[in-house]
């Protein structure tokens, strides 16, 4: 396969990633490619932390995040500092690289809050919602929409994406150098504090899984230079080729309203669909400016 010039070897294109849904390696990278336009400009820079599923969604999988010795001499890469040693990481910038990497059965991309070149200024904070025991998606809405909400009255736009599995995740963008994750870390606990004490039937800002019954846990230690989220638009490992995927403030409401959970959950085919008629909604995540007052 020929992308920009630059001969792929592709192999097993046959090969089930997704055995109960038969959706194959080459269903995966036509999936990439579609969108590659969209998810590029999320990638960029970051360093990525590849979850790789050779034998597809329903065997081992591991995480990789030293950028393969085997890669092409034109994937680019970083230095970067992982529990204080030096190691060198891919930066998927191109559509080659891409492709690439999801060949590798790379079904999930994670990526940090920070660029590689400056990766203690996150360029975001993100509140991870995540349901416990007894919970869904429907109270993550609930969660979001609250958030949403509280954000707005401290005169910061907002942006919910499905994490592609159980929970959701609010963004709230900053683009600003004087960032860092010391500030965003204790802003996002104190955001969740604030919602736990008001709402302690819906809401807990406790790591315990027992704090989490019936609860949606907001997730704030995720703003740390050593975390990663999944990248907006990645395919999620589950039974069904699910996606990460933006939805407007509207249309989490109206979904939330309705009360069916699976309308939450955004499918491949969905998410390329949207793509290619409203383009990308997550696309102020990267110039908006905003700053956080401690």
Not at 55 to 79: N, S
Not at 216 to 225: K, L, M, P, T
Not at 246 to 274: C, F, N, T
Request: one cysteine or more; proline letters at 5%.
């Amino acid at each position: 396969m020929e992308v920009a010039g630059k001969r792929l070897s592709l192999s097993n294109l046959r090969k089930d990633i997704y055995p109960s849904y038969g959706f194959t390696k080459a269903h995966v990278l036509e999936y990439y490619r579609r969108i590659s336009n969209f998810i590029l400009p999320h990638l960029k820079d970051r360093a990525l932390t590849l979850k790789r599923y050779p034998d597809g969604t329903e065997k081992d999988f591991f995480f990789e995040k030293r950028c393969p010795e085997h890669r092409p001499p034109w994937v680019k890469t970083a230095e970067v500092l992982h529990n204080e040693e030096r190691m060198t990481v891919c930066l998927v910038n191109d559509l080659e690289t891409l492709i690439w990497v999801e060949n590798l059965a790379s079904l999930e991309l994670h990526v940090p809050l920070a660029r590689a070149g400056s990766p203690e200024t996150p360029d975001s904070i993100v509140f991870d919602l995540d349901p416990g025991d007894q919970a869904n998606i429907l109270d993550c809405a609930m969660v979001a929409l609250i958030l949403r909400d509280l954000l707005s009255q401290m005169r910061l736009a907002s942006y919910a994406k499905t994490s592609g599995k159980k929970g959701l995740h609010v963004y709230v963008p900053l683009n600003r150098k004087e960032a860092t994750f010391e500030d965003t870390k204790r802003f996002s606990k104190v955001v969740a504090e604030v919602l736990q004490r008001n709402y302690p039937d819906l809401v807990t800002a406790k790591m315990a899984k027992e704090s989490r019954i019936k609860k949606v846990f907001i997730n704030w230690s995720q703003n740390d230079s050593s975390k990663t989220m999944i990248c907006v638009y990645s395919l999620r490992a589950r039974e069904k080729p699910s996606v990460s995927f933006p939805l407007v403030w509207e249309e989490l409401d109206m979904l939330a309203k309705q009360g069916d959970p699976e309308k939450l959950l955004i499918m491949h085919s969905e998410a390329v669909s949207r793509l290619e008629t409203k383009g990308d909604l997550f696309q102020e995540l990267l110039t908006k400016k905003q700053k956080i007052t401690i």
